[in-house]
């Protein structure tokens, strides 16, 4: 069974970086697939982030991409989010996914919220 | 990119209703659509995918079709546990862009 799970800070401040990490067990990474990351602000609905292949291939939303890094780890099965110069705006749930062959979302992890606060 | 809305934001039904949520995209997207449901705190869960495939697990209750621009969720018989907020997505072309949901509650 496939399971995901985000770790990272809680709290960041504003200017500085969110760093969220998710790890994959169940499935190797390497096996194939995207995975990625989504947000949903409290009481709003979901935004993607960005995606990741196992080779490193990315593709970035738009909106967030001159501030979005996904990177993957094969060798701990896991892969991970950057977001720079963070302000109130970005506090959310953050989820990760893994994103099935016609690119839904058949994975979750549970989310970890992120405040933006100084 | 591919804006997504859906109708209604919000409904009122009671156990044993037939529930349908409307889901459109700004142009065409095929059969790429898919459908969650997510209730508060949790992750959301993916019912449909492909428009009108039902995800391994989910209560045959749940219905989606649609092509083009056009898609429904049906929930035949509401039952307690599907009072929840619905998202449609469409996975045609990047960004994978969300609905804004409907949340579906008690009458």
């Known amino acids: 069974q496939v399971q995901l799970q985000e770790s990272g800070p809680g709290l960041v401040k504003p200017s500085e970086t969110l760093s969220l990490t998710c790890a994959v067990s169940?499935?190797?990474?390497?096996?194939?697939?995207?995975w990625g990351w989504i947000r949903q602000p409290p009481g709003k609905g979901l935004e993607w982030i960005g995606s990741?292949?196992?080779?490193?291939?990315?593709y970035y939303n738009p909106s967030l991409k001159s501030r979005v890094t996904i990177s993957v780890d094969t060798s701990k099965n896991q892969f991970s989010l950057k977001l720079s110069s963070v302000t109130a705006a970005d506090t959310a749930v953050y989820y990760c996914?893994?994103?099935?062959?016609?690119?839904?979302?058949?994975?979750w992890g549970q989310g970890t919220l992120v405040t933006v606060s100084s | 990119d591919i804006q997504m809305t859906q109708s209604p934001s919000s409904l009122s039904a009671s156990v044993g209703d037939r529930v349908t949520i409307t889901c459109r995209a700004s142009?065409?997207?095929?059969?790429?659509l898919n459908w969650y449901q997510q209730k508060p705190g949790k992750a959301p869960k993916l019912l449909i995918y492909?428009?009108?495939s039902l995800q391994s697990g989910v209560p045959s209750r749940f219905s989606g079709s649609g092509s083009g621009t056009d898609f429904t969720l049906t929930i035949s018989s509401l039952q307690p546990e599907d009072f929840a907020t619905y998202y449609c997505?469409?996975?045609?072309?990047?960004?994978?862009?969300f609905g804004p949901g409907t949340k579906v509650d008690i009458k």
């Open positions: 990741i292949y196992h080779s490193g291939s990315t």
């Open positions: 997505q469409q996975s045609y072309s990047t960004p994978p862009e």
């Open positions: 996914a893994r994103l099935s062959s016609g690119w839904e979302f058949d994975y």
């Open positions: 169940g499935y190797s990474i390497s096996s194939g697939y995207y």
């Open positions: 492909a428009a009108s």
């Open positions: 142009q065409s997207i095929s059969s790429y």
